[in-house]
């Protein structure tokens, strides 16, 4: 997670800095916070490395934090955007540019504990992945890139929401070992593998895929099949 604050006054920046690592650090979460004195300086660093949340000050000079902010939506369109200053005066331009929220100073420390908790809210967590070695290549895998998986002629066959397949040489046991403990995948029998996340429906013996495809199982499993679906869906749901 990489945090830009933006402002032309160096004690502004350290006081906000100091509040953000202690929500942040009370939170167990590792940050990367970038400080730069002008809206030109952040964007220039911006086009080189994504960040996910910026604090931008209003009244600067130069590129006013409202200009930074439009420049940085030119290319970033993610990025929460949070105002520093001390007036909402600019709360129209902030809706343009989808603003998160206006940090109004003077902030106490409970005003950035409360802001922390949503900034964490909205941030998506990275998926979890594995490594893999396709084509000669080595390629990292997301598990949400997995819509199912098959085991054959001593190689897996990895298909992809892009309708693409992946094929690596490894046992199978070893392929599903890290993927059995996320709740997402389900063993659909010998040799196949099935991501949850990427099942559409369920009719009768089979996963219907988002993308179209069927993945089968076995009578057997039918029950197991259905309990593992249903309960994925209502996690999911929460």
């Known amino acids: 997670m990489r945090i830009a604050i933006v402002d032309d006054l160096v004690n502004e920046r350290a006081l906000l800095r100091n509040r953000l690592e202690q929500a942040l650090n009370g939170r ?11 809206g030109e300086a952040f964007i220039q660093a911006a086009e080189k490395q994504r960040f996910s949340a910026a604090f931008l000050d209003i009244y600067m000079p130069g590129a006013n934090g409202i200009d930074t902010a439009r420049a940085l939506r030119a290319f970033d369109p993610d990025c929460l955007l949070i105002f ?23 902030f106490t420390q409970k005003d950035i504990d409360s802001l922390t908790d949503e900034m964490l ?14 084509s000669g290549s080595d390629i990292r895998l997301n598990y949400q890139s997995i819509v199912y998986a098959e085991h054959f002629s001593h190689m897996i066959h990895i298909h992809t929401p892009a ?7 490894l046992p199978f046991k070893s392929f599903i ?3 059995c403990q996320d709740a997402r995948f389900f063993v659909c029998g ?3 593998i099935v991501n949850l996340e990427h099942a559409a429906d369920f009719e009768d013996t089979a996963f219907i895929m988002d993308e179209g495809s069927r993945v089968f199982f076995s009578r ?3 029950k197991s099949a259905r309990q593992a679906f249903m309960v994925f869906l209502l996690q999911r749901g929460h």
Request: aromatic share 6%.
């Open 190 to 192: 010998r040799g196949v």
């Open 163 to 169: 309708k693409k397949t992946l094929i690596t040489r």
């Open 121 to 134: 809210a909205r941030i998506p967590q990275p998926d979890e992945y594995m490594d893999i070695k396709v």
């Open 28 to 38: 167990s979460v590792q940050t990367d916070i970038c400080e730069y004195a002008n």
């Open 177 to 179: 070992a890290p993927l």
């Open 220 to 222: 057997e499993l039918m």
């Open 84 to 106: 520093t200053t001390t007036s909402t005066d600019h709360a129209l331009e902030g809706f343009q540019v989808r603003a998160m929220h206006y940090l109004v100073k003077p």
